[in-house]
C-alpha cells in the first residue's frame, strides 16, 4: 500500500501531551511503507499498553497494509470484545477508507469504478489525489467517473471529461454526459445536445434526462426521443418533457405511450399527461386498463375518496409489482382509514414484496403494532434477501429484533445475500458485526459494499 496514503489516514487526537512515543515510531514505520514492522511493533506494545486505542488503529493500518484484511477484521473484534462490546468508529473508517482505496486501485474496472463514484458522492477528501489519477486509466469509463468526480478541483479534469464525450466506450460517454450535465448544468447545453443522437442508447437516456434540467433549450430533441427505440431512452425523455423540459413549448400527445410495453414509460406519460392536462386529464384515466396507470393517475389527481375505487380494482392485480406498487401508494393517495384498511389487508397477500410493502405502509400510517409483527413473522421464516430487508426496517423502526438477523445473514453461504445483507445496512441505518465483519468477505466487490455502506453510515 503506497505510504501517502497511511501517512493521510493517520489522525491523532490533539492533547496536551500529543502522542506517545509508541504512536509516533509506529507512524514513522507507516509512512516509511514498513507494514510488517508497524505491525509487529504495535503488537508488541499492544501487550504493554492494551487500552492505547490509537496505536492499535495504527496496527489495523499496517495490516490491511500487508493484505490481510481477515486479521484487521479478527484483531478489531477482539479489541472491541475486550472493551465493552463498543465500536471504535475511528478505527472503522480507517479500515473502510483503506478498503474502498484498494478499489480505487483494483485489477476490476468495474471495482475502481464503484469505489471512485463512491468517493465522490462521500466526498472522500483523503482520496482525492488517487481519484485524480484514475483519469488515466485505460478503462475510458473509469477515467470518465474520475473526471467527473474531480472536475471542479483538477485542473485537466474538464478536459478529460469532453474527451470522454467521443470514447469509444459508451458507458463512458454516458457517464460523462451525466457529470457534465450535473455539475455544468446549462452551459454545457451545447456539448451535450449534439449526443441525443449517439448510437447508444444509454448515452441517449443520459442526455434526455440531463435536457430534463435545462428548460426548453433541447425540447426539439426530447419531442424526437420520446419516440426512441430504446424503452429506456422513451421513458427518460417523456419524464424530462413532463419535468419541464419542453420549456413553453406544446407538448406532444402523450396517450400513444399509456399503452407502451415498459412500465417506465407509461408511468411518464401519466406525469405528462398530468402536465399537459391537469386534473381533468387525469380524470378521464381513472378507468385505464392498466390498474397501475389508473392508480399513478389517482394519485397524481389528489382526489383521495375517489381513488379508493381505483386502488381497489389495482389491489386485486394478477401481477404482483402492480400489486406492491399500489400498496406503496396508499398512505399518500387515500384517506387515512382506507390505507389502513387496505394495507391490513394487504397483509395477507401471498407475495412477500406486497407483504413488505404493506407492513412499510403500516409503520409510516402510525400502525406500529401490525407492522412489527409482519416483519418479526418475515425476518424469521421468510427467503434470505426477504428476511434481510424486513430486517433493516425492524431495526430502522426501533425494534431489536432486526439487527441479530442481519448479523447472522451476514454469513450466509450465498455471496448474493451477503451483498443483499450490507445493502440492507443502508435501509437499517446500523452499523452492526455483519457489516464491519464483511470487511475480510472472500469476494472484493462485497468488501467494497461493505466499505461504502460504514462511511455513509459512520459519515
Given at each position: 500500500?503506497?505510504?501517502?496514503?497511511?501517512?493521510?489516514?493517520?489522525?491523532?487526537?490533539?492533547?496536551a501531551?500529543g502522542?506517545?512515543a509508541?504512536?509516533?515510531h509506529a507512524n514513522?514505520?507507516?509512512?516509511?511503507g514498513d507494514?510488517?514492522?508497524?505491525?509487529?511493533?504495535t503488537e508488541a506494545?499492544?501487550?504493554k499498553?492494551?487500552?492505547d486505542a490509537?496505536?492499535?488503529?495504527?496496527?489495523?493500518?499496517a495490516?490491511?497494509?500487508l493484505?490481510?484484511?481477515?486479521?484487521a477484521?479478527?484483531?478489531?473484534?477482539?479489541w472491541?470484545a475486550?472493551?465493552?462490546?463498543t465500536?471504535?468508529?475511528?478505527?472503522l473508517r480507517?479500515m473502510?477508507?483503506t478498503t474502498?482505496w484498494q478499489?480505487?486501485?483494483?485489477?476490476s474496472?468495474?471495482?475502481?469504478?464503484t469505489a471512485?463514484r463512491a468517493?465522490e458522492?462521500?466526498e472522500i477528501?483523503?482520496?482525492a489525489?488517487?481519484?485524480?489519477?484514475a483519469m488515466?486509466?485505460d478503462?475510458?469509463?473509469v477515467?470518465?467517473a474520475a473526471?467527473?468526480a474531480v472536475l471542479?478541483s483538477?485542473g485537466q479534469a474538464?478536459?478529460?471529461?469532453?474527451?470522454?464525450?467521443?470514447?469509444?466506450?459508451p458507458?463512458?460517454?454516458?457517464?460523462?454526459?451525466e457529470?457534465?450535465?450535473?455539475k455544468?448544468?446549462r452551459?454545457a447545453?451545447d456539448d451535450?445536445r449534439?449526443?441525443?443522437a449517439?448510437?447508444?442508447p444509454?448515452v441517449?437516456?443520459?442526455?434526455?434526462r440531463?435536457l430534463g434540467?435545462?428548460?426548453?433549450?433541447?425540447a426539439?430533441?426530447?419531442?424526437?426521443l420520446i419516440g426512441?427505440?430504446?424503452?429506456?431512452?422513451?421513458a427518460?425523455a417523456i419524464?424530462?418533457?413532463?419535468?419541464g423540459?419542453g420549456g413553453?413549448?406544446?407538448l406532444?400527445d402523450?396517450?400513444?405511450?399509456?399503452?407502451?410495453?415498459?412500465?417506465a414509460?407509461?408511468?411518464?406519460a401519466v406525469a405528462?399527461?398530468?402536465?399537459?392536462?391537469?386534473k381533468?386529464?387525469l380524470e378521464?384515466?381513472?378507468?385505464?386498463a392498466?390498474?397501475m396507470?389508473?392508480?399513478?393517475?389517482a394519485?397524481?389527481?389528489?382526489d383521495?375518496?375517489a381513488?379508493?375505487?381505483?386502488?381497489?380494482r389495482?389491489?386485486?392485480?394478477?401481477?404482483?409489482?402492480?400489486?406492491a406498487?399500489?400498496?406503496?401508494l396508499?398512505?399518500?393517495?387515500?384517506p387515512?382509514d382506507a390505507?389502513?384498511a387496505?394495507?391490513?389487508?394487504a397483509?395477507?397477500?401471498?407475495?412477500p414484496a406486497?407483504t413488505?410493502?404493506a407492513a412499510?405502509?403500516?409503520?409510516?400510517?402510525?400502525?406500529?403494532?401490525p407492522?412489527?409483527t409482519?416483519?418479526v413473522?418475515?425476518?424469521?421464516?421468510?427467503?434470505?434477501t426477504d428476511r434481510?430487508a424486513?430486517?433493516a426496517?425492524?431495526?430502522r423502526?426501533?425494534?431489536?429484533?432486526?439487527?441479530?438477523?442481519l448479523?447472522?445473514?451476514?454469513?450466509a453461504?450465498d455471496p448474493e445475500?451477503?451483498?443483499?445483507?450490507v445493502?440492507?445496512?443502508?435501509?437499517a441505518?446500523?452499523?452492526?458485526a455483519?457489516?464491519?465483519g464483511?470487511?475480510a468477505d472472500?469476494?472484493?466487490?462485497?468488501?467494497?459494499d461493505?466499505?461504502i455502506?460504514?462511511?455513509t453510515?459512520a459519515?
Open positions: 500500500m503506497r505510504p501517502a496514503l497511511l501517512a493521510s489516514l493517520v489522525v491523532i487526537a490533539a492533547t501531551c502522542p506517545s509508541s504512536v509516533q514513522t514505520l507507516l509512512a516509511r507494514y510488517r514492522g508497524a505491525s509487529d511493533y506494545e499492544l501487550s499498553h492494551p487500552g490509537e496505536l492499535h488503529r495504527i496496527r489495523l493500518r495490516l490491511l497494509g493484505g490481510d484484511p481477515g486479521r477484521v479478527a484483531d478489531y473484534r477482539a472491541r475486550q472493551h465493552g462490546g465500536d471504535d468508529r475511528k478505527a480507517t473502510a477508507l474502498v478499489g480505487v486501485t483494483s485489477p474496472a468495474a471495482l475502481r469504478l471512485i468517493i458522492r462521500l477528501e483523503e482520496l489525489e488517487d481519484v485524480g489519477k488515466g486509466d478503462d475510458d469509463a477515467a470518465a473526471a467527473v471542479r483538477f474538464p478536459d478529460v471529461a469532453e474527451q470522454m464525450l467521443r470514447s469509444d466506450d458507458r463512458a460517454r454516458a457517464i460523462a454526459v457529470g457534465i450535465g450535473r455544468v448544468k452551459l447545453i451535450l449534439p449526443l441525443a449517439d448510437p447508444d444509454q441517449r437516456a443520459a442526455v434526455a440531463y434540467t435545462v428548460g426548453g433549450a433541447g426539439a430533441e426530447l419531442t424526437t426512441d427505440g430504446s424503452a429506456e431512452v422513451r427518460a419524464a424530462a418533457l413532463a419535468a423540459g413553453g413549448a406544446a406532444p402523450a396517450t400513444r405511450f399509456l399503452a407502451d410495453e415498459s412500465l414509460v407509461r408511468l411518464a405528462l399527461v398530468a402536465k399537459a392536462g391537469g381533468p386529464a378521464a384515466l381513472l378507468g385505464h392498466d390498474p396507470v389508473a392508480a399513478t393517475a394519485h397524481k389527481r389528489g383521495r375518496a381513488a379508493v375505487a381505483v386502488f381497489d389495482a389491489l386485486g392485480a394478477s401481477d404482483v409489482g402492480t400489486r406498487g399500489v400498496v406503496n396508499l398512505a399518500a393517495a387515500l387515512q390505507a389502513i387496505r394495507a391490513t389487508a397483509l395477507a397477500d401471498p407475495a406486497v413488505l410493502a412499510r405502509a403500516l409503520a409510516y400510517l402510525g400502525q406500529y403494532g407492522a412489527h409482519a416483519l413473522a418475515i425476518a424469521a421464516n421468510g427467503a434470505p434481510a424486513a430486517a426496517e425492524l431495526a423502526l426501533g425494534n431489536p429484533a432486526g439487527l441479530p438477523v448479523i447472522e445473514l451476514a454469513g453461504t445475500v451477503r451483498r443483499a445483507v445493502g440492507a445496512h443502508l435501509g441505518g446500523a452499523i452492526t455483519g457489516l464491519w464483511a470487511l472472500d469476494q472484493a466487490a462485497i468488501r467494497l461493505a466499505a455502506a460504514i462511511l453510515l459519515g
